[in-house]
C-alpha cells in the first residue's frame, strides 16, 4: 500500500504557523491526495529530519524561524534566490537530491502584482522600512524587478550595509530622520520592520510627502489593517496588505510537491482572515 505523498512545515515551534490550512485549502480544492503537516523540529534534530525528507512519503517542506539560515547548509542545492538570500524557505526534492528555494521575494512581488496591477512599470524609487530577513528578500526582488533606486531606513546602519553586501545590491542607507526627504519622489514605500504588528510599538511615520501615485505596502499582516495602511487609503493611496504575500510565497512549493500551481483566490483568503483575531 504506498502512501499519499506529503509535505509539511519546520520550525521550533512550528505549531503556530497558517501554512497546513493554506496547502490544505488547495489539496482539498484539486481534490488531490496528498497531505500537509506542521513538524515542530529542535535544532539538534534538524539535520535528521532533513535527511528523513530525501525518502516517501515526504516531497519536501517549508522552512519557518529558527531554520531558514541553518538549513541552507543542509540541502543538496540551493536555487538561485536562496544562495542569494543564504536563508531557504521551502525545500523539495529533485531525484535524489534535497534543493533549498526562497519564495519571499517571489511572494512579495506576486502580491503586489495581484493587488496593485502596474505598480513595477515605474519603479525609479523604492523605499524599504527594516534590514532584518524580510528586508533581504524585499530587496532582492526589487532589484530583479528593475527598481533603478533602493533606499533602505533601518535603527541599526551597520545592519543594512550587512544586507547590501549580502545579496550584492546596492542600496541608499539612510537614518529615520531622513525618511521624509527620501518620501518625495518614492514610487513605492513598503514597511518590513516589525513595528505596528500587534504586541510592538506602533510604526510612526508621516506619509504626506509621499507623491499620488505612490503604492503602499505592509509586510506586517496581523492586524490586517496597520495604521500605515490607514494613513495611506485616508490620503487616497494604493494600499496592499501583507496577507497576500504569504500566500503566494506558498504557491512554488505546493506546486512542486503536488504537481499543481494553486491560485490565490478570495475563499484561501477569508479562511487565513478569519484565524488573524481582531
Ligand atoms: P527581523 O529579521 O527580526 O527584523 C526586524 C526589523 O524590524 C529590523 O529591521 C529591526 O531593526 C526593525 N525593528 C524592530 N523593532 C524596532 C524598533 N523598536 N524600532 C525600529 N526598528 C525596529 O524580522 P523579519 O523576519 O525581517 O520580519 C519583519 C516583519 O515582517 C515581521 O513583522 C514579520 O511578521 C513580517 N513578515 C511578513 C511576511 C509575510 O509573508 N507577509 C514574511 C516575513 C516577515 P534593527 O535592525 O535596528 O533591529
Redesign the pocket.
Known amino acids: 500500500m504506498s502512501e499519499v505523498p506529503k509535505a509539511c512545515v519546520i520550525g521550533w515551534p512550528a505549531r503556530h504557523s497558517r501554512s497546513p490550512l493554506i496547502h490544505g485549502y488547495w489539496l482539498e480544492r484539486h481534490g488531490l491526495a496528498g497531505a500537509y503537516t506542521a513538524e515542530d523540529v529542535p535544532e539538534d534534530g534538524l539535520a535528521a529530519f532533513v535527511e528523513g525528507l530525501h525518502e516517501d512519503p515526504w516531497r519536501g517542506c517549508n522552512v519557518t ?1 529558527p531554520h531558514k539560515v541553518a538549513v541552507a547548509g543542509l540541502v543538496d542545492r540551493l536555487d538561485e534566490d536562496a544562495a542569494a538570500l543564504a536563508a531557504v524557505n521551502t525545500i523539495w526534492r529533485e531525484g535524489n537530491r534535497l534543493v533549498g528555494g526562497n519564495t ?1 521575494g517571489y ?2 512581488l506576486a ?1 503586489l502584482d495581484h493587488l496593485a496591477p502596474g505598480w513595477s512599470d515605474k519603479l525609479d524609487h523604492a523605499v524599504v ?9 524585499l530587496v532582492h526582488g526589487l532589484s530583479r524587478r528593475g527598481a533603478r533606486h533602493i533606499t533602505v531606513v ?3 546602519p551597520a ?1 543594512v550595509e550587512e544586507l547590501a553586501r549580502a545579496i550584492g545590491v546596492a542600496v541608499d542607507a539612510v537614518q ?1 530622520a531622513e525618511l521624509p526627504g527620501r518620501l518625495t519622489d518614492a514610487d513605492l514605500l513598503v ?7 500587534e504586541g ?2 506602533p510604526l510612526e511615520v508621516d506619509l504626506s510627502p509621499l507623491p499620488g501615485h505612490a503604492v503602499v505596502n505592509d ?4 492586524p490586517l489593517e496597520t495604521g500605515l495602511l490607514r494613513q495611506a487609503r485616508g490620503r487616497g493611496l494604493r494600499a496592499v496588505d ?5 500566500l503566494h ?1 506558498a504557491v512554488p512549493g505546493f506546486e512542486r510537491w503536488f504537481g499543481v500551481r494553486p491560485e490565490v483566490d478570495e475563499t484561501l483568503r477569508a479562511r487565513i482572515v478569519s484565524t488573524l483575531g481582531g
Open positions: 524561524v519571499d511572494g512579495f502580491n522600512l527594516g534590514a532584518g530577513g524580510a528586508a533581504r528578500a533601518n535603527r541599526t545592519r529615520w514597511n518590513a520592520t516589525s513595528l505596528g504588528m510592538k510599538p509586510i506586517v499582516y496581523v501583507g496577507l497576500g504575500m504569504l510565497q
